[in-house]
């Protein structure tokens, strides 16, 4: 991971815990605690890889989207933009699609409402159009997709499905991805600097409890999410 350059004296606060390693350790953790495949039902894995595309496949470019939105570094937007563009021509949401159906995995109204809570969060933190967290939880997230990649085509693999377009696309592109998306937040740093009290790490945990709906189930009864 690169190290971040950051110039503002809130940024040298933020940096003394080092940020490369923070995030680090946060992905460290969530691969670290994945359920062990040889315990799991088929049912089990069957939800897993149903929340993982019940999240992705409709969010994720509407994540980077409303990441765009937010910034006001150029250079910023460019990195950005590069994702994205790489996102819609290759249609990894369609590339998704077809990997999860090939698990026999594709999300139920339950997959659906399982990570419903945690996804909302999420969703109404970005709608705050802050440029610098919301840059900095996209860059954990495509730190933590390249390393669970694998995980999940060995999901899949104890599905019966031989798979591997998505996984295998997301365990390359994304080391680049993650690894532009930090140096974007030192550039929107350098132009829109954070507000004084603001956490840089709001979305990220954010992020991460959504994260562990995904791997470990819902963390709320469906029952709370109607009413």
């Given at each position: ?26 992905v460290d953790d969530h ?57 819609v021509r290759d249609s ?130 469906v029952a709370n999410w109607?009413?």
């Open positions: 991971m690169n190290k971040l350059t950051l110039t503002s004296p809130l940024q040298d606060d933020l940096l003394e815990g080092s940020i490369d390693e923070r995030i680090t350790a946060i691969i670290g605690r994945l359920p062990n495949l040889e315990r799991l039902t088929s049912e089990e894995v069957r939800g897993i890889i149903a929340r993982y595309s019940a999240v992705l496949e409709g969010n994720f470019i509407y994540w980077m989207t409303a990441t765009y939105l937010a910034v006001k570094s150029e250079e910023a937007r460019e990195i950005i933009i590069e994702n994205l563009t790489e996102e990894h949401p369609a590339m998704l699609r077809i990997f999860a159906t090939a698990a026999d995995a594709y999300p139920t109204e339950a997959d659906s409402l399982a990570i419903g809570p945690d996804l909302t969060n999420v969703r109404l933190f970005l709608g705050k159009l802050q440029g610098v967290q919301s840059l900095m939880t996209m860059a954990f997230f495509e730190s933590y997709i390249q390393r669970f990649m694998s995980y999940l085509a060995d999901l899949a693999a104890a599905r019966g499905s031989a798979e591997r377009v998505y996984t295998d696309v997301h365990g390359v592109c994304d080391v680049e991805h993650s690894q532009e998306l930090f140096r974007a937040v030192s550039l929107e740093m350098s132009v829109n600097p954070m507000k004084p009290g603001s956490n840089l790490y709001e979305g990220v945990e954010l992020l991460s409890a959504l994260l562990d709906s995904i791997n470990h189930g819902a963390a709320r009864a109607r009413a």
